[in-house]
């Protein structure tokens, strides 16, 4: 969990989240970072919901005094901690790249027709969330999932924002929106995800070694 959180915004600030840049890569370079300016603040919307309830999940532990399951009785509240110190340090650092942005902006010449694709970008989002409220709750959640990864916004913070999204419109508003951050803690506990470092490992070897070139 400690790791999972504490990389976050490391991965933030070298890029490597994963995106999806079928749409973004064709456009012009300041209309490109305007959408990304517009989706680090979508990033940001996401994350200061994910700390707000993360320290909130934190302070619940450990006025529960609650403990793990198992034969050590280890305080959960010190596992949930690295959660609000890295989703915390996430938010900072999405600041920061947001003044970044946006100051990159302000040293590029202007384009013709530079705002369309950042309107466009936010009509669609509005549309995607009225049909997830109006008329289609499957389909709504489709839309605006395609939507946020269309216009360049991080797999994690789209696939979080519309969690939230389905929690905030259908159980319960605000108060519904502490999931958020029980359930990324909860995938970030998963057992399954410990074979990942060896698959990674895995990787390497084949990759430094020249086994993987033979293989394709």
Known sequence: VWFCFLTAAYGLKSGSHIEVDVMTHSLRPRSKIMLQLAALVLVLLYVTIF?????????????????????????????????????????????????????????????????????????????ALIVLTEVSQIGGIVCVLAVLLLGGVPVFAALGLVGAAGFFFFFGGFDSLSQVAFMGYKSSGEFTLVALPLFILAGSLLASGGIGEELF
């Open 51 to 127: 700390s707000y309830f993360g320290w909130q999940m934190v302070e619940d532990s450990h006025r529960r005094d609650q403990v793990t399951p198992n034969l050590l009785h280890f305080p959960v509240w010190i596992i949930q901690l690295g959660l609000g110190i890295g989703v915390t340090i996430l938010v900072l650092q999405t600041i920061r790249a947001i003044a970044k942005t946006i100051s990159q902006l302000r040293r590029m010449p202007p384009e013709k027709s530079q705002y369309f694709p950042v309107i466009l970008f936010i009509i669609s989002v509005i549309s």
